[in-house]
């Protein structure tokens, strides 16, 4: 891992004003949006085949004054590959700019973790430690981090033989690595069944499924609550909870709205549901159950700084099942922006509003975070 003190040294020599970059996908439109709303300018990096959203459609058209008049991505720097972006030349081009480089699900998937952790030395706004814990076959994973906070996650259900009742099969997709090859069975011969189906159908490997995490299913509906966590505050003020998303799943969002005579006329493989991400639906929570959702959002922040100081820095997202009586499960773990922030984009949350008292998304709060840390000279306690 690279020394933070030496990540904190560059961006001590960064020139200012410091601009604000993202890998473009995932929620680099609200990060980008947030950084404009706080005066910063923006950086898209962009794979190429791939720029046209950020480089035409939301491009930053600005008077003769620098003031903007529409968009919110000034610069769009393409590469022949994402993972291109941490070549040395790139790095120095970024360090030179002054760009700070907040992390998204994107960077993390098309940027080998071990080159993030290790050679990547441009300032991550944000835990750079963190990102490796989404990958379930780590051996210090999200689940690891969820037991030490004493947080309801689904059981663990030890091989394939065991299942007695409805369960999901987690592994990513066979050739859409950011994606999910994600399947459910209620019994060993219903998961030798779709095994097959889906191996012959190339969406999942031998591989994967070997390392694949098998978990009882938790019934109930889903909300992605979208924190906060603040390291320039006292520790009793650091945590926010910004916004509530749920996830569009296709073809799982398709199959449900057919009737279930409809579903048993569909061919085989089609009955199969795929729990690919394709958009976000926003959400608001019962009031007398945010207690235990801030309470479980503490344990976490406490868990993660004391597992991996510095910890939580920033927005992160616990991906968290609703049972009958209000009380949560936590299934997924983003220590990053979330993949739904998306619908905070111009308009805020909420709850992000509530708090602060004017539009607050999650793009505006890293921006904001940005801003206070140099207003305080403290830059170097927001970033790894």
């Known amino acids: 891992m690279l020394a933070r003190a030496e990540i904190q040294r560059l961006v001590g020599e960064y020139p200012r004003p410091v601009r604000i970059g993202a890998v473009g996908s995932h929620s680099a439109l609200d990060i980008a949006d947030g950084a404009v709303q706080e005066g910063f300018a923006t950086v898209v990096l962009a794979e190429k085949g791939r720029e046209a959203t950020y480089a035409r459609y939301y491009r930053s058209v600005r008077d003769l004054k620098g003031t903007l008049l529409r968009g919110c991505v000034d610069e769009v720097w393409s590469y022949p590959r994402f993972r291109d972006l941490a070549a040395p030349a790139s790095q120095e081009r970024l360090r030179s700019a002054g760009v700070l480089l907040v992390p998204n699900r994107a960077l993390s998937s098309y940027v080998p973790l071990s080159t993030i952790e290790e050679e990547l030395t441009v300032p991550i706004v944000g835990s750079r430690a963190l990102l490796r814990i989404e990958e379930r076959e780590e051996r210090e994973n999200y689940y690891t981090l969820l037991d030490a906070a004493k947080i309801p996650a689904p059981e663990r259900l030890p091989s394939p033989r065991e299942i007695d009742g409805l369960a999901i099969v987690k592994l ?168 739904g922030t998306n619908i905070h984009l111009g308009v805020g949350h909420p709850y992000g509003n509530a708090l602060w008292r004017t539009p607050m998304s999650s793009g505006r709060r890293i921006a904001l975070e940005v801003r206070r840390a140099i207003e305080e000279d403290r830059l170097g306690e927001i970033v790894t």
Do not use: M, W
């Open 172 to 339: 990513p997709h066979a050739t859409r690595r950011l994606e999910r090859g994600f399947f459910t069975a209620a019994s060993p011969d219903e998961f030798d069944r779709k095994k097959a189906q889906l191996l012959k159908d190339r969406v999942i490997t031998e591989t994967d499924l070997a390392n694949a995490r098998i978990e009882r299913y938790v019934v109930g509906p889903v909300f992605n609550f979208n924190f906060f966590f603040s390291p320039l505050v006292p520790r009793d003020d650091g945590l926010e909870l910004l916004g509530v998303d749920e996830r569009r799943e296709s073809s799982l969002d398709g199959l449900v709205r057919l009737p279930a005579a409809q579903q048993l006329e569909l061919a085989e493989s089609e009955r199969i549901p795929a729990y690919t991400v394709v958009g976000h639906g926003s959400l608001t929570v019962r009031e007398s159950v945010l207690e235990e959702v801030f309470r479980i959002g503490e344990r976490f922040v406490d868990a993660a700084r004391a597992r991996s100081p510095p910890g939580i820095l920033g927005p992160f997202t616990l991906q968290t099942c609703l049972d009958k009586d209000g009380n949560p499960t936590v299934f997924d773990v983003a220590a990053r922006i979330g993949g």
